[in-house]
């Protein structure tokens, strides 16, 4: 059934990012969304055995960039391997968005968000942010769709 599922809802592709003391992450997640306007709010859903997920709990920040049209490299980057074990950032070009958390220059968008609360919801934690800021870095750019079969 997930594959029914995965195949028939569309979502984006985004790399969400965290900059806990010295240590910076990221993951791709195709599960984000905004679920408030006021305040506004977006949501990110993240498996608490993700490298990410720990961090965004100490850190109480966090990014979401939005992947461009053509950039399934970044999201395959970010989301094949752990950052426990290598650093995602080794050659990827990014800058601090004012609360201190990582945006790729390659991204369309970013969000910075302040961690206001979170949820578990079956085998992931829905982590909930208030904007604090946003911008888009790339006009005229599609962003990028998941589709299951570019990936698995």
Not at 81 to 99: H, L, M, Q, W
Not at 110 to 129: I, M, N, P, Q, R
Request: glycine share 8%.
């Amino acid at each position: 059934m997930q594959q029914v599922v995965s195949k028939a809802i569309s979502h984006g592709v985004y790399i969400v990012t965290v900059r806990s003391g010295d240590k910076i992450n990221g993951m791709t997640a195709a599960w984000v969304s905004q679920v408030s306007m006021r305040p506004l709010l977006l949501m990110a859903s993240i498996a608490p055995m993700r490298h990410t997920h720990g961090l965004i709990e100490k850190a109480r920040y966090f990014a979401v960039n939005t992947l461009p049209e053509g950039r399934q490299d970044l999201a395959k980057h970010f989301g094949f391997k752990s950052g426990r074990k290598v650093d995602k950032f080794e050659g990827i070009s990014f800058f601090d968005a004012p609360n201190g958390s990582p945006v790729l220059n390659d991204a369309l968008a970013y969000f910075e968000c302040s961690l206001t609360d979170s949820f578990t919801a079956g085998d992931h934690t829905l982590f909930v942010g208030e904007l604090v800021s946003a911008k888009i870095l790339k006009e005229d750019v599609q962003p990028l769709i998941f589709r299951w079969e570019d990936y698995f």
